[in-house]
Nanobody, 127 residues
């Protein structure tokens, strides 16, 4: 089975930065859409950002736009989430998600649009 593996989480102070990484275990999985979600204990998963492989179109949630940047490295078949100016409300487990479909903006925030999920990486923001 294809798996997604995240890394890069940690504990930082407000205003600091982190860069998360995600890669599929199957290197032939190179089409479709990649996304980042986050989830706090007891809450539903919240969409953060999406990137389309075909055209490099990017979509962001209003809560992270201007602070977070999603990007990809085709050579390594990886996707990244650069998180700047972190706030306590950004603390969560961050998950990488993927689908072979080219999602439009209206479909990107829906967890059900994605077929593959990573195990999650913990991000803590503590004063």
């Amino acid at each position: 089975q294809v798996q997604l593996v995240e890394s890069g989480g940690g504990v930082v102070q407000p205003g600091a930065s982190l860069r998360l990484s995600c890669t599929p275990s199957d290197r032939t999985f190179t089409r479709g859409t990649l996304a980042w979600f986050r989830q706090t204990a007891g809450e539903e998963r919240e969409w953060v950002a999406t990137i389309r492989r075909a055209d490099n179109n990017k979509f962001y949630s209003n809560s992270v736009r201007g602070r977070f940047t999603i990007s990809r490295d085709n050579a390594q078949n990886m996707v990244f989430l650069q998180m700047n100016s972190l706030k306590p409300e950004d603390a969560a487990v961050y998950y990488c998600a993927a689908t072979t479909r080219n999602l439009i903006a209206s479909s990107s925030p829906t967890p059900g649009s994605y077929d593959l999920w990573g195990q999650g990486t913990q991000v803590a923001v503590s004063p």
